[in-house]
């Protein structure tokens, strides 16, 4: 089965914070993982879900 949370070009090989699988709105992106969730939990969102969007040739499967 194939879920794709974030579909985006600019999240390429970028840490993103989503609200939960459920609901993949990213609410924060960047570089480092650390400030993603920062950033994520300063928007409100209290347990972000946090994901590396590879780039268009990787394949990431978790």
Same mark, same amino acid.
């Given at each position: +089965?194939?879920h794709?949370?974030i579909k985006?070009?600019k999240f390429? =090989?970028k840490?993103?914070?989503i609200?939960? !699988? =459920?609901? =993949?709105?990213?609410v924060?992106?960047g570089?480092?993982?650390?400030?993603?969730?920062?950033?994520?939990? =300063?928007?409100?969102?209290?347990?972000p !879900? !946090?994901?590396?969007?590879p780039s268009?040739? +990787?394949v990431q499967?978790?």
């Amino acid at each position: +089965m194939e879920h794709i949370l974030i579909k985006e070009k600019k999240f390429e =090989s970028k840490y993103a914070a989503i609200r939960s !699988l =459920s609901d =993949s709105t990213p609410v924060a992106d960047g570089d480092s993982s650390q400030d993603v969730y920062e950033a994520a939990v =300063s928007f409100g969102v209290l347990k972000p !879900l !946090l994901l590396f969007a590879p780039s268009h040739e +990787m394949v990431q499967i978790y």
